[in-house]
T-cell receptor, first 113, second 118 residues
Framework: DAGVIQSPRHEVTEMGQEVTLRCKPI?????LFWYRQTMMRGLELLIYFNNNVPIDDSGMPEDRFSAKMPNASFSTLKIQPSEPRDSAVYFCASSFGEPGELFFGEGSRLTVL | AQTVTQSQPEMSVQEAETVTLSCTYDTSENNYYLFWYKQPPSRQMILVIR??????QNATENRFSVNFQKAAKSFSLKISDSQLGDTAMYFCAFMKHSRRNAGNMLTFGGGTRLMVKP
């Protein structure tokens, strides 16, 4: 299996622009997670899905952030409009069953100027 | 809410030596899981070892072992025969057990940067 695939690997954008991060989980996994990593706050869970349904989005910073999972093989995390404080590495992870080992993607490094 | 604390921001060890990374956590749960993840410079998080709270025996994976002290809420990672490839950030993480489809959420500690020196 190719593992969790994230794109883009790096994104540099200007404040106010829309950013879309993409994730393809491991085939057969029923959980998908979006994490954000910064020096100041470490690794924070933003939202997670079970069988494509959002279960807990309490970690989503504010209304500028939204996440979707239209099918079992694809998820997006969108930031609109982006701000410099959104600069971070965004990780997608997937797992199967409970408790399931989380498999992480390589992350998307976002820089908002 | 659960919290995970790693009190050592940075550590270094000589190649082939042994090093122990500390982790403490706070929870009111009785059933849970603990993990150590490694994040090398490539950025990808890799599971190193896991421990089920109901198991008294400490988990071991090759050169990696844990010292799980449930009463003290302590979960340290020991790396034996350290190798240059062990240089990475190490994160301790907590996951509570859930009967419903609401589990699998990991709470991470702040991380420990380990440098293995030749």
């Amino acid at each position: 299996d190719a593992g969790v695939i994230q794109s883009p690997r790096h994104e540099v954008t200007e404040m106010g622009q829309e950013v879309t991060l993409r994730c393809k989980p491991i085939s057969g996994h029923d959980y998908l997670f979006w994490y954000r990593q910064t020096m100041m706050r470490g690794l924070e869970l933003l939202i997670y899905f079970n069988n494509n349904v959002p279960i807990d989005d309490s970690g989503m910073p504010e209304d500028r952030f939204s996440a979707k999972m239209p099918n079992a093989s694809f998820s997006t995390l969108k930031i609109q409009p982006s701000e410099p404080r959104d600069s971070a590495v965004y990780f997608c992870a997937s797992s199967f069953g409970e408790p399931g080992e989380l498999f992480f993607g390589e992350g998307s490094r976002l820089t908002v100027l | 809410a659960q919290t995970v604390t790693q009190s050592q921001p940075e550590m270094s060890v000589q190649e082939a030596e042994t090093v122990t990374l500390s982790c403490t956590y706070d929870t009111s749960e009785n059933n849970y899981y603990l993990f150590w993840y490694k994040q090398p410079p490539s950025r990808q998080m890799i599971l190193v070892i896991r421990q089920e709270a109901y198991k008294q025996q400490n988990a071991t994976e090759n050169r990696f072992s844990v010292n799980f002290q449930k009463a003290a809420k302590s979960f340290s990672l020991k790396i034996s025969d350290s190798q240059l490839g062990d240089t990475a950030m190490y994160f301790c993480a907590f996951m509570k057990h859930s009967r419903r489809n609401a589990g699998n959420m990991l709470t991470f500690g702040g991380g420990t940067r380990l440098m293995v020196k030749p």
